[in-house]
């Protein structure tokens, strides 16, 4: 069989895959399990991602936001520590105004897609895209690499401070 049939089929899976589970995102009462469809989700663009062959950006999907996003969501839930977790992602009254919203970008987007010249928009693309971003990482911009990696400890660091904090100050009212 020809490869790019199998590369048309993940794709349709893959995009398949990312709607269905952003839309059990959206639908599901349970916060948590909302959570765990969203690292569905953050996992299955990574593999649009593999199809497109973008590598690292699906590297970074995996790693920040299948990773580290959904983590911090469900530190965020836990630290709430809410009695019935069952209902706590209720529906709201502007149902109908985001409906209509979201029509409207299903709309816009298909004319600008169907009007878009897709032909010769390609730009190269180097061989070996994460070797060259690693070296760069590593020697150009390693400062800024270190102080954003310290920076981030330090606002998770805080955060877990100040959530401990709230948290003993409501059990002693």
Known sequence: MDSSIWMVAAFYLLAATVLGSA????????????????????????????TLDAD?????????????????VVFGIMLIQRGDMGSTNLFNSQ??????????VIVASGYLSATTRWVGQVA?????TVENIAELLLSKY????????????????????????VKADAHND
Do not use: D, R
Not at 56 to 72: D, E
Not at 95 to 104: D, E, I, K, R, S
Not at 149 to 161: F, N, S, Y
């Open 56 to 72: 690292f950006l699906a590297a970074v999907q995996v790693l920040v936001y299948a990773g580290a996003v959904c983590i911090m």
């Open 95 to 104: 149902t109908v105004v985001a409906a209509g919203v979201v029509a409207l």
């Open 23 to 50: 839309l059990l995102v959206v639908m599901l009462k349970n916060i948590v399990h909302s959570v765990l469809w969203l690292a569905v989700c953050f996992i299955a663009m990574a593999g649009l991602f593999l």
């Open 142 to 165: 390693v400062i800024p690499f270190e102080v954003a990696a310290i920076l981030l400890l330090v606002a998770l660091v805080g955060a877990l401070i100040l959530a401990k904090e």
């Open 124 to 128: 190269a693309v180097p061989e070996k």
